[in-house]
């Protein structure tokens, strides 16, 4: 028999802890025997769980100051030591803050603190019906008034072209032929060059159009012409 064969059946002196048997070429050969014959793992050191306290074993190389049987042991010792200061994402916790409508004083992240603070919804809304209207409003498009100016200084009044329009045409909708009736609303009267860019409430430059027609007819117009109400309310604009 070879030294190399003599030396595989030679007993490494390891022994079973459960069957005493020693006759193993080494450790690992007793773990093998160890997890087939009596369906368990020696694999490792046996610790107790930091959390549940209950036995688990580990390998010499990962135990560390806590050590924990399972991730949900671990996870639920983290919540209940690893909180506030003595976590690693710590930040200095949150901050209090006033509200700018009702004066309340509440905590907030510091992160989350922007130039205008409010305690609720409702404080809020409050606050930007207040201060928020109008030209003040980020969605001010020029409002009504630049409309209703350019319409006071035209030689005909808006009501009465819009009538004669709509009679004109039919009382129908000049793209897709609904009444009234039929969309459940006046029909509108659409001017084909907007009146900010020098169109006029003359015959050749109304149609009549249902609310859906109408919106699409604006959208293109915008397209073509880029006009824009905005910009030339901010550049003072005359009517």
Same mark, same amino acid.
């Given at each position: ?32 025997? @160890? ?24 390998? =010499? ?15 639920? $010792? ?11 994402? $710590? ?12 004066? /309340? ?22 606050? =930007? ?17 630049? @409309? ?22 039919? @009382?129908?909708? *000049? ?28 015959? $050749? ?9 109408? *919106?699409?007819? =604006?959208? /293109?117009?915008? =397209? ?8 030339? @309310? ?6």
């Amino acid at each position: 028999m070879s030294q190399y064969t003599l030396s595989k059946f030679q007993a490494s002196g390891t022994e079973c802890p459960e069957c005493g048997r020693s006759d193993f070429v080494n450790r690992a050969g007793m773990k093998k025997h @160890y997890g087939r014959k009596h369906e368990g793992s020696i694999a490792g050191v046996e610790l107790l769980c930091d959390h549940c306290e209950e036995p688990f074993r580990k390998k =010499e190389s990962h135990i560390s100051e806590t050590n924990f049987c399972c991730f949900e042991c671990n996870s639920e $010792w983290l919540s209940e030591n690893i909180t506030g200061e003595d976590t690693n994402l $710590w930040n200095g916790g949150k901050v209090e803050v006033e509200c700018d409508w009702c004066g /309340k004083f509440f905590d907030r992240k510091p992160s989350h603190v922007r130039e205008k603070k409010f305690c609720s919804r409702e404080c809020h809304a409050n606050w =930007e019906s207040e201060n928020q209207t109008g030209q003040d409003n980020p969605a001010w498009n020029g409002g009504h008034d630049i @409309y209703r100016s350019l319409r006071s200084q035209l030689p005909k009044k808006w009501e009465e072209v819009r009538k004669a329009r709509r009679r004109v045409d039919g @009382y129908e909708c *000049q793209m897709c032929g609904d009444t009234a009736a039929e969309v459940g609303r006046k029909l509108d009267v659409h001017h084909i060059v907007p009146l900010l860019s020098g169109g006029l409430n003359e015959a $050749w430059n109304l149609i009549t159009l249902c609310l859906t027609c109408h *919106q699409k007819a =604006e959208s /293109k117009t915008r =397209e073509i012409l880029d006009y824009n109400v905005k910009q030339h @309310y901010e550049q003072g604009g005359e009517s």
